[in-house]
């Protein structure tokens, strides 16, 4: 790191420090800061919260998927193009969520079904979740020792402070202050100029780094895998552990299944305007990714070019030295990339990467500390009075939890050792809520049948399954990389019987992704089943127009209306009444852009599917997968540089609309989530 470098990483604190001290008199209520006030627009959700989602740990985990996967990973992903456009221009659960005003999922359980249930819900979701949040500030500080080069002790005087711990109170301390001072507001606006930043650097990087190592080097070495591991054609890739096409299918299950179930940026969910505009912040949301699919697809395969070219020996060399001090597999794994890109990159580069994974880190931090805490505060604990917090009490409360999980998380990360790629244990955490928490949402929403007693079968139902493998997960791991450890507590069984046990569960235990896709299937049965079965009974109804807000139960300025007049070919692309004329060009460019896709794909697969094979030589085709890609990449680039430009100017606009807002209206301090009995 240069002085430029540190110049920039520098100027990155500063600015996002200065914004919250410039935003912080904004936040006024309780509602604003568990939701912005109810005030934002398009492009302010969807910058912020896809930086919030991104996070400096997420940057390290595609990394780690990248280079065991490489380009033929990508193919298998635009599987999701179509369910991921369906999902998010039809609004679904989003769009209903936002018409209830509830101002955390559990809330709206309580609505739907009962408080007991809103108190179950809210303690799996804050307890999987703070288990999922409790190694992001481990990841997140070991790449800043790794990339920037910093020692593993800082000597004050007599006093040689261990770098690891200081580094995460540091940054966690910060994104602290952030959700202290101005909660949702802060939180999203800073979100906003890291987002903005991060879109601008991702794509400089990404063509840089290409230009940097050239075609040629990543043509020969992804032609020297052997069969069954192309980093290339994705019909080669039978030997490809953990991220194959299973994968993916599981992921666009979950697509539909699990939207909007994971909590940590639960807050962006009640943070829109309108529900019309939160929908259309979603698909914005397809655009936003573009220069940062570009990057976690290109910078992983560049590194495992320069990790195994010729040409490249003693770079590779160099960074196999650092990484060889590195005791931790699944740590050293993580770190390859960085390590690689601090050697790769000049000086100036160096900095804005630096700045932006500063950026992503707090980010994420300050978002899932927001989440967490709120979720904590109004669904575990508000539920059991009688009566509403008083506004001072409650914001004591809030700013309570967010200490309390900023403690956790830095105790967790100082002790848990990472055993598995960081993906596959969000997965795994991720599915204790989400893997059943989709079938009561998606029932709650949309069906008038479905019962609390069917959300209690539900939710037990998908916490056994999910915690027990992740037990078992955690415990085979443990056995394979020790001997011992959890397994040792089996003694009264024998040493031989927890042997074979271990060796059994090695070959058959499922990942944390299959464990999500099974917790998925099991939940939608019983909660279909115990539903109708009770309604065989004549059970009453639920009044889902009440709940929603529709009809004589709408509150004014919570609808918009379009400019045009909506034909009935334009609603099976999920255009409403409430859209104008931007915003139907808007869905023909979505729309068009990732059937082009499907239809690249759907070509390619059956195509490929359809070839005679010799013994299963693939590799005729290297030339033309790589050609498919690096034209796939390039169309990508020019893409996201029009985006960026877009979207960064409308995330502005929006900015300066959130602040008149909040500057001028009245605050309803009744507005704070609580659900009186007669309102449940």
């Known amino acids: 790191m240069t002085p430029l470098d540190w110049t920039i990483l520098i100027a990155m604190y500063v600015a996002i420090v200065a914004v919250v001290v410039v935003t912080r008199r904004h936040m006024r209520s309780v509602s604003d800061y568990l939701a912005a006030g109810r005030s934002a627009g398009r492009y302010l959700l969807t910058i912020s919260a896809g930086i919030a989602g991104l996070g400096a740990i997420t940057v390290v985990a595609n990394l780690e998927m990248g280079y065991q996967a490489g380009f033929a990973m990508g193919w298998w992903g635009l599987t999701m193009a179509l369910f991921g456009v369906i999902v998010t221009v039809s609004g679904w659960i989003n769009y209903r969520f936002r018409r209830t005003r509830a101002l955390t999922l559990a ?63 540091v940054l ?71 991220f194959n096409l299973t994968y993916f299918l599981i992921g666009a299950m979950g697509l539909f299944y699990s939207a909007m179930s994971w909590q940590g940026t639960q807050a962006y969910n009640s943070s829109a305007r309108t529900a019309h505009e939160g929908k259309m912040g979603g698909v914005l949301g397809l655009w936003r990714g573009r220069s940062q699919d570009v990057f976690m697809t290109m910078v992983p395969i560049l590194v495992f070019t320069v990790m195994n070219h010729p040409d490249w020996t003693g770079f590779a060399g160099g960074v196999q030295e650092q990484l060889a001090t590195i005791d931790n597999e699944a740590v050293r794994n993580q770190m390859r990339a960085p390590l690689a890109l601090a050697a790769l990159l000049p000086k100036g580069l160096m900095g804005a990467f630096a700045a932006l994974m500063l950026g992503a880190f707090i980010s994420t931090h300050n978002t899932y500390l927001h989440s967490w805490s709120s979720i904590f505060i109004q669904d575990v ?23 309390g999980v900023a403690v956790f998380i830095f105790l967790f990360s100082l002790l848990y050792k990472q055993s598995q790629a960081i993906l596959l244990f969000f997965a795994l955490t991720g599915a204790i809520f989400a893997g059943w928490s989709g079938a009561v949402v998606i029932g709650g929403l949309y069906t008038r049948w479905g019962t609390t007693a069917a959300a209690w079968a539900t939710g037990i139902t998908g916490v056994t399954l999910t915690v027990t493998g992740f037990v078992l997960e955690q415990a085979q791991r443990s056995w394979r990389e020790t001997g011992v450890a959890f397994w040792g507590v089996l003694d009264f069984v024998g040493l031989e019987r927890a042997e074979a046990w271990a060796a059994w569960t090695s070959e058959r235990l499922p990942n944390g992704q299959h464990i999500w896709g099974w917790a998925m299937w099991l939940s939608l049965v019983v909660y279909v089943g115990v539903s109708m079965a009770q309604q065989m009974h004549r059970r009453r109804l639920f009044d889902l127009d009440r709940m929603l807000h529709r009809g004589p139960y709408e509150i004014a300025g919570e609808v918009e209306h379009g400019t045009v007049a909506v034909g009935r070919g334009w609603r099976a692309l999920g255009v409403t009444s409430e859209f104008g004329f931007r915003d139907k060009v808007l869905y023909i460019l979505t729309w068009g852009w990732n059937i082009v896709w499907v239809i690249i794909f759907v070509a390619g697969t059956v195509y490929f599917l359809t070839r005679n094979v010799d013994n299963g030589d693939w590799s005729r085709w290297d030339g033309a997968w790589l050609r498919f890609w690096e034209t796939k990449i390039w169309i990508e680039v020019g893409v996201s540089a029009i985006v960026i430009v877009w979207f960064t100017w409308g995330g502005i606009r929006d900015v300066k609309a959130l602040l008149r807002t909040l500057s001028s209206r009245e605050r309803d301090h009744g507005d704070d989530g609580f659900v009186s009995r007669n309102d449940s």
Do not use: C
Not at 145 to 160: H, S, V, Y
Not at 384 to 399: A, E, G, N, V
């Open 381 to 403: 604990v508000m539920p059991f009075r009688k009566t509403p917090l008083s506004p001072k009490t409650h914001m004591r409360l809030l700013r309570g939890g967010v200490v």
């Open 172 to 242: 966690l301390t910060t994104a602290v202050y952030f959700v202290f001072a101005g909660g949702q507001v802060a939180v999203m606006i800073t979100d906003f100029v890291q987002g903005a930043f991060a879109n601008l650097v991702f794509l400089i990087l990404a063509v840089y780094l290409i230009v940097q190592v050239g075609w040629g080097d990543v043509g020969e070495v992804m032609a020297q895998t052997a069969p069954g591991h192309s980093k290339i054609n994705p019909f080669d890739t039978g030997f490809v552990d953990d």
């Open 107 to 169: 809330e709206f359980l309580e609505r739907r079904y009962s408080r007991k249930f809103r108190i179950y819900a809210g303690t799996v979701a804050f307890g999987a979740g703070l288990i999922n949040f409790g190694i992001f500030p481990a990841v997140g500080a070991r790449f800043f020792i790794t990339f920037l080069g910093l020692p593993e002790t800082w000597q004050l005087g007599m006093f040689a402070v261990p770098v690891f711990p200081a580094l995460m109170a």
